[in-house]
Structure formats: structure tokens, C-alpha cells
């Protein structure tokens, strides 16, 4: 009984779909082989090893050439969204039961890989490493907050800045632990996690409904992620960049100070 509870309830369901597909193959970024990738076009070897040594603010890496980085990789992994979500629905009604949790998943995965990598470039420390397949309580409640900006919540935004906050103060290379676990920014983790709990299972009805008729379905469940995705991207891409975390600026200041107190 008590089993069935957490299923229903919002919070549970997003945070457990969220851990399971943390762990499907190609979801976790590897940050350096990433941030190499795409910083080459625009930087020098130099940004791009202190770049991932440190972060790319460290690296004084403009944020305008970050951006130019973030589209290309929105671009890249929202057009595949909607190209697997459009192939999903090719089967049509008959195959709904296996069909619509899958186009979750690989939707949901996306949406996680576009969070590393806009948080790799805008200097937010590793999250989902290769080398381990545990999501501590951190991490995961950093990436609800990142793909509850991507649906628009204002109070992620708000605790999103309230993070990076903490970590330009400290000039950190780690998410702070407490103030995601059971400090300032825990409560609002748990509300957004029920917010997207709901949401999801909106957009599973939504995807159902699209896939119905076979090749219409794939047309319409193809164009309909692909319309979400990118604005959710650019949304959480806005926000990311304009954070003091991804300013140079800052990094050089702090740099200097240390420099003349030495």
C-alpha cells in the first residue's frame, strides 16, 4: 500500500523516472570529452585546458561564445528528440503500451543531456559522472531545478540562481550538498519535482492521444517535441548564461584579488 502511494504521488514518480533515466545508456555527458568538442571551433588549446581544468569562466571564455556553443548542441539534441519521438510513433495504436514510456524516456533523456552540456559550458561543475552509476540527492536536485526552468517554473529559476550563488561566493567546484539536500533550496526541489510529476503525466496523455493513427501520429509526435524541447532549451540557456557563475569578468576579479594578497 504504501508502495502504491509514492507511485501516485507527483514527486515520487518524477524523481524516480528521473534516476532511472540517468542510468540509460548515452545519457551522462563525459564533461571534458564535451567541453573540448565544443569549444574547439572558438578557442584557443589553452581556454580550452583551463576550460576543463577549472570552468570556462576560469578560462575567460565569453559568454557570448558559450552561447554560440549551447545553440549548436540544442540544436543537435532536439533534432534528434524529434526524430527518435516521430519514429516512435510509426507503429500507431497498437503498440501505445510499449511506444509512449519509451518516447518518455528518450524525451526525458534529452532533456538531461542538454542540461550537462548547457551547465558544462556555463561553468557548473560535473554532475552525472561516467565513472559511477550513483545520483546522489545533490545532484539530482540540481538537474529537477534545471528541467523545472526548462518548463518555465519561476521558483526553480529562482532557486537555480540562489545555487550558483553559493558556488561564485566560494568560488566551488561542488554543488553544496546541504543547501540541496535539506537546507534553503530543499523545500523548493520538492515542489518543483510535484510540479514536473504532473506535468509528466500531462505529456504522456499528450503523446498518446498524437500517436493514435499510424504516420499522421509520427508526423505530429515528431513536430510536437521538437516545439517543446528547443524553447525549453533556449529557456534554460538564458538563464544558465546570465547567471554570475558563467561571468569571466568575475573569475578574473577573484583571480586578481588573490594575486595581491599573496
Not at 524553447?231 to 595581491?260: F, V, Y
Request: hydrophobic fraction near 45%; glycine fraction near 6%; charge should be positive.
Amino acid at each position: 500500500m504504501a508502495k502504491s502511494r509514492a507511485s501516485e504521488n507527483p514527486e515520487s514518480r518524477f524523481s524516480a523516472v528521473l534516476a532511472s533515466v540517468a542510468n540509460l545508456p548515452g545519457v551522462r555527458i563525459d564533461r571534458e570529452a564535451y567541453l573540448r568538442s565544443a569549444l574547439t571551433r572558438y578557442c584557443t588549446e589553452d581556454e580550452i585546458r583551463t576550460a576543463i581544468e577549472e570552468t570556462p569562466a576560469a578560462a575567460g571564455i565569453p559568454v557570448h561564445i558559450l552561447d554560440k556553443a549551447a545553440d549548436a548542441s540544442i540544436n543537435y539534441e532536439t533534432s534528434k528528440a524529434g526524430a527518435l519521438s516521430a519514429a516512435a510513433g510509426m507503429p500507431g495504436i497498437f503498440a501505445l503500451p510499449v511506444t509512449v514510456p519509451t518516447d518518455m524516456a528518450q524525451y526525458m533523456s534529452h532533456m538531461l543531456r542538454i542540461a550537462q552540456k548547457l551547465a558544462y559550458l556555463y561553468s557548473w561543475p560535473d554532475l552525472l559522472s561516467t565513472d559511477t552509476d550513483d545520483l546522489d540527492d545533490a545532484t539530482k536536485g540540481v538537474l529537477t531545478l534545471f528541467v523545472g526552468v526548462m518548463f518555465g517554473t519561476q521558483s526553480a529559476n529562482s532557486a537555480v540562481g540562489q545555487v550558483s550563488n553559493m558556488m561564485a561566493k566560494q568560488v566551488a567546484r561542488k554543488l553544496p550538498q546541504k543547501a540541496l539536500t535539506q537546507g534553503v533550496v530543499y523545500p523548493v526541489v520538492k515542489r518543483v519535482a510535484a510540479y514536473l510529476g504532473v506535468e509528466m503525466t500531462k505529456q504522456t496523455f499528450a503523446k498518446t492521444v498524437s500517436k493514435a493513427i499510424p504516420v499522421v501520429g509520427a508526423v505530429v509526435s515528431g513536430g510536437l517535441t521538437l516545439a517543446t524541447s528547443r524553447p525549453m532549451a533556449k529557456r534554460l540557456k538564458k538563464h544558465l548564461s546570465g547567471l554570475e557563475l558563467a561571468n569571466p569578468a568575475r573569475r578574473t576579479t577573484d583571480a586578481d584579488a588573490m594575486d595581491e594578497a599573496s
